[in-house]
């Protein structure tokens, strides 16, 4: 069997606890990002009938969960949600997604109401939360996880510290949108100053047993990092640099559609004019993501947001680096901030450049005989001109 730098095991979606060992045919893919579901894809062996009887019996979607581990590093972890096994080859193909997933398939009512009682229409189901960003996004995953009258809401899931209300936000979401709580938190890190949100999973013992849990990491709006900077040095640890350069999406105004219809939808407006000012043409987005949201202030941050990520020239960077030089991959976390470095390279000029990791994922390969990962990083934005 051929020696692979990943491992990979298949655990219960609801406790984390290990169900089995998988025998990895190819090595796996995996993307974990902030912000985002991320996802996995494995392919494993069927070494003959009993192994495949093994096999089938834990690959189910949704009931069982899969992680793939670098050493220590559990890269990504989550749902099974696809299979498809070979006819002509003794393997079969797995799919899935982030914990986050989870929370794309269960609807967003308040905790406490009781489907038996009331319709989902009813106030009862509505759902509202007062304080920092911070707060309402943990409480975003706390309440769907915590249903009083529904059985299954639980998942391994370390929430981080509460925090008291302060009334600074008010987020208000009624039972009838039949909106989920997956869609709402990934809206509230889009906002001005939105939290930063990471379902980052690690392998403990619980009772005597491997477990995989996830923990909940929110920022205010980044994610906490400790520790020495991350340095990458092109030619050495940085082994190359992919630039592309989209103004596809590039705006100076943007337009959020609210709830509504015709003259009465509601709507966000945000606008920056300093490049129109040097002589820039005028260039409107019109965002209808949040056609659901009652809002007007909310709809004005998310218009904010929009052109707080499509407001500047961007440049696509992506990185490949080494996984097992320093800084080792399992030391730092997407959402984090690294140094690059370059000297000659063919676009960038000569200089450090400190930027957000946004996600990270497997290499696609290796340089040489030594494991990569790639860096999907925040847009450079090139200088006002």
């Not at 989550?78 to 929370?103: H, L, R, T």
């Not at 001005?192 to 909940?216: A, E, K, M, S, W």
């Not at 990458?232 to 590039?250: P, R």
């Not at 470095?341 to 030594?370: A, E, K, M």
Request: charge should be negative; include cysteine.
């Amino acid at each position: 069997m051929t020696e692979r730098a990943y491992t990979a095991l298949a655990y219960d979606t609801v406790t984390g606890r290990f169900l089995a060992d998988i025998d990895l045919q190819t090595d796996p893919t995996w993307s974990a990002r902030i912000n985002d579901t991320g996802g996995w894809q494995i392919v494993a062996e069927l070494q003959d009938r009993a192994h495949r009887d093994v096999v089938r019996g834990w690959c189910v979607p949704w009931r069982t969960s899969v992680a793939i581990l670098y050493g220590a590093t559990v890269c990504q972890a989550g749902p099974i949600v696809g299979y498809a096994p070979s006819d002509s080859q003794p393997q079969v193909q797995i799919s899935g997604k982030g914990i986050w997933e989870m929370f794309n398939h269960r609807l967003l009512f308040n905790a406490a109401w009781d489907p038996t009682a009331k319709p989902i229409t009813d106030p009862s189901a509505d759902f509202t939360v007062n304080g920092p960003l911070y707060k309402i996004a943990r409480e975003l995953v706390n309440n769907a996880m915590n249903w009083q009258h529904r059985a299954g809401g639980g998942l391994p899931i370390d929430l981080p510290a509460q925090v008291p209300d302060d009334y600074s936000n008010t987020r208000t979401w009624h039972g009838w949108e039949m909106a989920t709580p997956g869609q709402r938190l990934q809206e509230l890190t889009q906002v001005q100053n939105g939290p930063d949100v990471l379902f980052q999973p690690y392998l403990t013992v619980v009772n005597g047993f491997r477990t995989i849990r996830h923990q909940l990491l929110i920022g205010s709006p980044y994610l906490q990092q400790r520790g020495v900077p991350l340095n990458f040095n092109f030619g050495n640890t940085l082994v190359s640099m992919t630039v592309q350069g989209d103004g596809t999406s590039q705006a100076n105004s943007a337009f959020v559609k609210g709830t509504g219809n015709e003259a009465g939808t509601l709507y966000g407006y945000a606008t920056n004019n300093v490049r129109v000012q040097i002589g820039w043409p005028a260039l409107d987005m019109v965002d209808s993501n949040h056609t659901s949201v009652l809002d007007p202030v909310a709809l004005n941050a998310y218009a904010a947001g929009d052109l707080t990520l499509y407001g500047s020239v961007p440049e696509q960077w992506e990185a490949v680096v080494l996984a097992d030089a320093d800084p080792q991959w399992g030391q730092y976390l997407p959402g984090h901030f690294a140094n690059y470095s370059f000297q000659d390279h063919p676009w960038i000029p000569d200089g450090t450049y400190s930027q957000r990791i946004l996600g990270v994922s497997d290499g696609g390969g290796q340089s040489g005989q030594r494991a990569t990962v790639k860096h999907q990083l925040q847009n450079y934005l090139l200088p006002l001109t």
